[in-house]
């Protein structure tokens, strides 16, 4: 059974974009390795991996929504001073 030239187009793809993964992470490592020999003594470490935010549980988003919610009914403009204490505007 042979491959449709649409299957080998994907293929390829598929194989192109793997290499250019492959070939950012090292780009990456070389990076941080060099910054890191070159760094000044008594300074942090450049860490190659940055820790992420895991995702929220949507039922729990909407629990704490409904909350501030409630909240705000009560206390208007608690939210407000947060975003400005931060120096940011509400929408």
């Known amino acids: 059974m042979a491959l449709t030239p649409r299957e080998k187009a994907f293929i390829y793809k598929a194989y192109e974009t793997k290499t250019v993964n492959q070939s950012t992470l090292l780009r990456d490592t070389v990076l941080n390795a ?8 008594g300074t942090s470490v450049f860490k190659l991996w940055k820790k992420r935010a895991k995702k929220a549980d949507i039922s729990t988003v909407r629990d704490n929504m409904k909350v501030i919610a409630e909240i705000e009914k009560n206390e ?12 940011w505007t509400r929408k």
Request: charge should be positive; glycine fraction near 10%.
């Open 34 to 41: 060099i910054s890191n020999s070159k760094r000044r003594r």
């Open 76 to 87: 208007v403009g608690w939210i407000d001073k947060i975003y400005a204490a931060n120096g």
